[in-house]
């Protein structure tokens, strides 16, 4: 469905399951500081492929370069979330691959901003308009298994949990076993 990013990238708008306001909007060189603060968290290293060693030149990169490159190669978009006051509160990948009817997700919550419903939010919407808007009928969902916040974001956006993925994940040269989970157009019935 390339037509569809002959338009800009879309904006979002959805609200917590608490009513707070929050938007999925493109990148912009003001959420460097958060994007900063969140790619050097001990948790988000944990857990994610976030280069170690994320300085300020590569969260300026990311809203220039990384989070506009998805919706301009025509592959799927990174849309940063931001609370009601448009602060950066986390960002959330949707990557359409090599099946154009299959998305992928992965997201991170600044470390200011965890365990307010944000991302539960931001994660449904997103997945919404990849099935809606995109013609993806598959969103998937994987995190190493430990990964309990991941894993209740997902599961608390409506993704059905479908297993273990053994060394599913690569992570700083190393395979780790997966959970995996996926929303599919039915589930939005």
């Given amino acids: 469905m390339a037509f569809r990013y002959d338009a800009p990238q879309p904006v979002l708008h959805t609200v917590t399951e608490a009513g707070e306001k929050i938007t999925l909007r493109p990148a912009e060189l003001k959420d460097a500081a958060g994007v900063l603060a969140t790619c ?42 931001a609370d009601a006051e448009d602060t950066y509160v986390g960002q959330l990948d949707l990557r359409i691959g090599k099946d154009p009817e299959v998305a992928d997700v992965g997201f991170v919550t600044a470390p200011y901003a965890r365990g307010r419903g944000y991302m539960t939010a931001a994660l449904r919407a997103a997945a919404e308009y990849g099935l809606r808007e995109l013609g993806v009928v598959r969103v998937e969902w994987k995190a190493h298994v430990g990964n309990e916040g991941s894993r209740r974001v997902a599961e608390k956006a409506g993704f059905s949990f479908e297993g273990v993925q053994r060394s599913g994940c690569a992570h700083r040269g190393e395979r780790r076993d997966a959970w995996t989970a996926a929303l599919v157009r039915e589930d939005l019935a």
């Avoid at 988000?44 to 492929?49: F, I, M, S, V, Y």
């Avoid at 300020?56 to 990384?66: I, K």
């Fill in 40 to 81: 050097t968290d001990p948790e988000t290293l944990r857990w994610t492929t976030v280069p170690l060693g994320y300085d300020h030149e590569m969260a300026a990169g990311f809203a220039t370069e990384y989070a506009p490159g998805w919706w301009q190669r025509h592959e799927g978009a990174c849309w940063v979330v």
